[in-house]
């Protein structure tokens, strides 16, 4: 009987331990900042694709693409 009360205590909790607070407004300047981007530096991911679709020859969803030399 003692693992049905584990059971039902780690299934009450679960939710409580993954719950969402709100953001209060002076910390949503530390959220915005670049770091916390799912991509940090933008420039350098469109310069990486661009090479390497020039350099393959094909096109994957970005207007670059070329001969393989890379002079497009």
Not at 23 to 35: D, F, K, N
Not at 40 to 50: E, K, Q, V
Not at 53 to 58: T, V
Request: aromatic residues 8%; negative net charge; charged residues 10%.
């Amino acid at each position: 009987m003692n693992i049905f009360w584990q059971i039902l205590f780690l299934t009450l909790a679960a939710p409580l331990l993954a719950s969402c607070t709100p953001v209060a407004a002076w910390e949503r300047g530390t959220l915005a900042s670049p770091e916390m981007a799912l991509d940090p530096s933008p420039l350098d991911t469109a310069l990486g694709n661009h090479i390497y679709f020039s350099k393959e020859a094909a096109s994957g969803g970005n207007s670059a693409s070329g001969g393989g030399c890379g002079c497009n």
